[in-house]
């Protein structure tokens, strides 16, 4: 199976990525987990990218905040897909790090999760894997039916115990 490289701006993103590391883990997807810097370590950030596809990952995930050159600049030296999560700062709660993240220049693709999306971030590299490895697509499915369930149990018991039409 492909594995995913999960790479950070700072060690400080690590509170919101872990969501997406524990989300591949509940998956069995192998992943590792870096701190390269788009401004402070850019050499570093585009050798790991440029090595990415031979040193057998399927996708890159790429959290930062503020100005959030980290996603587009992995993905200027890698063909995978990169998945960008948008960190939020204090300043401007996220929509910095958003829009630094989603507006990329035509041909050069970062799929983008909301502001602290990392279990989504997470969920879509297994979405990505799942197209050549049934298994997680099995998965997937699984969890998605799991949660339909819940939702229609909760549904029942608040619908049975609130409502007073018959």
Not at 38 to 45: F, G, I, M, S
Not at 92 to 96: I, Q, V, Y
Not at 104 to 113: D, E, F, N, Q, S
């Given at each position: 199976m492909k594995k995913v490289g999960i790479i950070m701006g700072s060690d400080s993103d690590f509170p919101v990525v872990e969501k997406a590391v524990n989300t591949?883990?509940?998956y069995g997807v192998p992943c590792s987990v870096h701190v390269y810097s788009?401004?402070?370590?850019?050499?570093?950030?585009?050798?790991?990218?440029?090595n990415a596809r031979k040193d057998g990952y399927g996708v890159l995930i790429c959290a930062a905040g503020m100005a959030a050159h980290l996603a587009g600049a992995i993905a200027a030296n890698t063909t995978l897909p990169v998945i960008g999560i948008p960190i939020k700062a204090k300043a401007?709660?996220?929509?910095?790090a958003l829009l630094s993240t989603v507006m990329?220049?035509?041909?050069?693709?970062?799929?983008?999760?909301g502001?602290?999306?990392a279990q989504n971030?997470?969920?879509?590299a297994v979405e990505i894997l799942s197209v050549t490895e049934e298994g997680l697509?099995?998965?997937?499915?699984a969890a998605r039916d799991k949660k339909k369930a819940d939702i229609l149990a909760k549904d029942q018991a608040l619908?049975?115990?609130y409502s007073t039409i018959e």
């Open positions: 591949l883990k509940e788009a401004h402070r370590t850019p050499l570093e950030a585009g050798e790991f990218a440029k401007l709660e996220g929509m910095d990329m220049p035509p041909g050069m693709p970062v799929a983008t999760v502001i602290d999306g971030a997470g969920l879509l697509a099995e998965k997937l499915q619908s049975a115990q």
